[in-house]
């Protein structure tokens, strides 16, 4: 594990936003979906991919708020762009528990 410094960690934008829009990704090289995520006004809506199949259903993602870093350089995966990571915790079978807030808050909200 390596430290880091108060202004590294300070420089990766983790924000909360809501799932607008889920939907399958056959080309992924493993089961994921791509989302539409709302990170409100001065973000605006960004796309992802996340392989989060093993335990979430499609219907169950939209409106769930998850937390996401958003500005990491864009990613091509397969035939898509993403342009946020989603933050969740990796079990040993490789299944993923997103990250999200207790309550429901605001669209944007930086974590940190």
Do not use: H
């Not at 607008?20 to 493993?30: G, H, L, Q, T, W």
């Amino acid at each position: 594990m390596t430290d880091l410094s108060w202004s590294d960690f300070q420089k990766v934008e983790m924000r909360v936003g809501t799932v607008i829009e889920v939907k399958d990704f056959p080309e992924a090289r493993n089961p994921a979906y791509k989302l539409n995520i709302d990170f409100g006004a001065e973000i605006g809506v960004r796309k992802t991919s996340a392989q989060i199949t093993k335990r979430y259903k499609k219907e169950d993602l939209v409106n769930k708020q998850v937390i996401a870093v958003v500005n990491f350089p864009k990613k091509q995966i397969a035939n898509f762009m993403s342009e946020c990571l989603v933050i969740g915790a990796v079990g040993e079978e490789g299944d993923v528990v997103l990250l999200n807030p207790d309550f429901k808050v605001e669209n944007g909200l930086r974590i940190g």
